[in-house]
């Protein structure tokens, strides 16, 4: 006869193995649902975290969405293309990608492209573009300062001066910025022109350019240095 304990670890033992065996043999441990397709044919995709927060949109250009912020979708005025639109954690926009191109009625090629990422509640802190016009090129990166204030803040006051004229909206809208930390200011701009040309350009923090590089379509280089004016103040490099 056995010990008592030599049992009972014998029967400790045989139960680990059966609780084991039945976890393996019913599938305690469920894996994740996946559902695999060969071609999938859509308008649009809505990408959600479990607890419904959205993180990412593809669309069409028909149902390109609105502006999120928190979970929730105000109108854009402008926002019609094919693309993506990144959100983050909280359900608001972080940036996205737009694309396209046709010919217009002029029968001139036409192409674009935009990448984005934006500031916490706030527009883009940076943009890459590409665009075609018939035979004009251009591709830009941009760097922006934003406010601190939550964008929704501003589309909020937007929506009580909706019915004034164009310009008197826009000069309120200016008002604000000034009134609440400071307007949007472009800092830092890379590209090529459609003139061929290449540039550099650095600006203060009120947008202003202030250091000028720049190779023309020629091949002549030049370096600027501007005051708060826009006057050069310093000595462009001679053609060769």
Known sequence: MKPIGQRF????????????????????????????LE????????????DGTLRLVISN???????YIKNKEYPHPTRKA?????????GSENGGLGFGGEKGKDGAAGTYGHLSFDAYEQDQLMSLDVEQHGNARSNTLTLFDRPNFPLTDLV????????????EQQKKILAYFDEHGGRPTQRLTLGTGPDSSVGLAINDIKGRPRIVLSVAADGS?????????????GVPASKQ
């Open 9 to 36: 670890l014998m029967i400790y033992a045989g139960v680990l193995t059966a609780v084991f065996a039945v976890t393996v043999l019913s599938g305690s441990v469920q894996p994740a649902k996946t559902l695999t």
């Open 39 to 50: 071609q999938l044919d859509v308008q649009r995709i809505n990408m959600r975290e479990p």
């Open 61 to 67: 250009t028909d149902k390109a969405p609105g502006i």
């Open 82 to 90: 094919a693309g993506m639109i990144f959100l983050n954690d909280e």
């Open 156 to 167: 909020n006051y937007a929506a009580t001066i909706k019915n004034l004229p164009k310009d």
């Open 221 to 233: 280089p030049s370096i600027q240095t501007l005051d708060e004016a826009g006057k050069a103040i």
